[in-house]
């Protein structure tokens, strides 16, 4: 998992979390490291989202210059 990033500490232990839960919570994480292997393969897999769409925060705060969606499977 090194090659995962997380926004907070909070949210990298949530995400851990999701490892001793019931079988949906190990489902999503299986999910989000199937997606993060996508994502090294091919950083633009998914969908982009137009810029007039962004969360006026996204950019403030995390300071993006790009934002695309990613779709998890039964989400």
């Known amino acids: 998992m090194n090659n995962i990033s997380?926004?907070?500490k909070e949210l990298q232990k949530e995400f851990e979390q999701l490892k001793e839960g019931d079988r949906e919570r190990k489902?999503?994480?299986k999910y989000i490291?199937?997606?993060t292997?996508?994502?090294i393969k091919d950083p633009i897999a998914?969908?982009?989202i137009p810029k007039k769409?962004?969360?006026r925060n996204?950019?403030?705060i995390h300071k993006v210059n790009n934002?695309?969606?990613y779709d998890l499977p039964n989400s």
Do not use: E, M
Request: hydrophobic share 40%; glycine share 4%.
């Open 46 to 48: 998914g969908n982009k």
């Open 33 to 35: 490291l199937r997606a």
């Open 53 to 55: 769409l962004w969360p």
């Open 6 to 8: 997380f926004v907070s």
């Open 58 to 60: 996204y950019i403030n």
């Open 67 to 69: 934002l695309w969606q």
């Open 37 to 39: 292997k996508d994502l």
């Open 27 to 29: 489902k999503t994480h």
